[in-house]
């Protein structure tokens, strides 16, 4: 019997686990005024952080755009409302300032934006979009905690294994279940091309291989001199805000883990086999 293609969406309420620490502080600062930027790799939860931290704030006005889909009217309902750039990458560099400044004459009052690598270069450098300050928050995988909230009692340890603690990786493993690298290959392999895709071929890729070589928790300095990165922590950071690997503090001690079984063995040309 065929299984139901896995139909990923952002999640909200009881759905949505994790993060209530970063929710929190993002509806704080929504409510004060400030714009933000969340920052994130493909499929890491960034639209179901937004619109979590926007559920608390049910009395403001909030206008959506996904730039994923085709262009709405973008500034007749901006009066007053809290402006929600969704997948901002998609749209050209040179497109960007305009569409903010022309939002913000139309009497937007505050913005949310989210992005990939691309969208925090932008920001980082200037620190403004369109004369306005924006705060970054970087998203990355799941904790510990909040991936055995997210597989449950039921599910098999090490499942996260083979996905990183990656959210949209584990939900495609536990709809799939034992079938996941057979029935599900059409959805995961095309994402982990993605990811791979977004590594590149430079420092990242370097950084990346050493740790599945490694596969322990590596310190990032141990991890800079065994390589020769001298920028290891920009490095470790485009990787982490991928999701491709984690930075956690293990043991009062800084260490970067490279735990995604499933892109590991896509980058180094094994035949992945679910096993525990």
């Known amino acids: ?13 009881k759905a949505f686990i994790g993060r209530q620490g970063l929710v929190k502080n993002l509806r704080g600062r929504i409510a004060n ?6 920052i994130g790799g493909p499929k890491l939860g960034k639209t179901s ?8 704030l049910p009395d403001r006005k909030v206008m959506e755009m996904d730039f994923r ?3 709405p009217d973008r500034f007749t309902r901006a009066s007053g409302a809290i402006v929600i750039l969704d997948n901002l990458d998609e749209l050209a560099d040179s497109m960007i300032e305009p569409l903010v400044a022309g939002l913000s004459s139309a009497g937007a009052v505050g ?3 989210t992005g990939s690598h691309r969208l925090r270069a932008r920001l980082e450098a200037p620190g403004t979009l369109a004369g306005m300050s924006v705060r970054l928050y970087p998203l990355s995988v799941l904790l510990d905690g909040e991936m055995r909230k997210l597989i449950g009692k039921d599910q098999p340890p090490f499942l996260a294994a083979w996905t990183g603690n990656h959210p949209y990786l584990t939900k495609l493993f536990l709809h ?16 982990v091309q993605q990811l791979v895709t977004e590594i590149g071929e430079g420092s990242e890729r370097r950084l990346l291989q050493y740790l599945i070589e490694r596969g322990t928790p590596v310190n990032p300095a141990t991890a800079g001199a065994e390589t020769g990165i001298s920028q290891i922590k920009a490095v470790a950071d485009r990787l982490v805000y991928l999701g491709v690997i984690s930075r956690w503090i293990r043991n009062d001690e800084a260490t970067l883990f490279a735990g995604c079984r499933l892109l590991n063995d896509f980058i180094t040309g094994r035949t992945p086999q679910l096993t525990d």
Not at 33 to 38: K, L, N, P, Y
Request: glycine share 8%.
């Open 33 to 38: 005024g400030e714009s933000v930027a969340v």
């Open 49 to 56: 952080l937004v619109r979590n931290a926007l559920e608390g």
């Open 1 to 13: 019997m065929p299984i139901t293609p896995f139909i990923p969406h952002p999640v909200t309420g």
């Open 176 to 191: 799939y279940e034992e079938a996941a690298l057979s029935a599900g290959r059409c959805q995961w392999e095309p994402f």
């Open 111 to 113: 913005f949310v934006l």
């Open 69 to 71: 889909l085709p262009p």
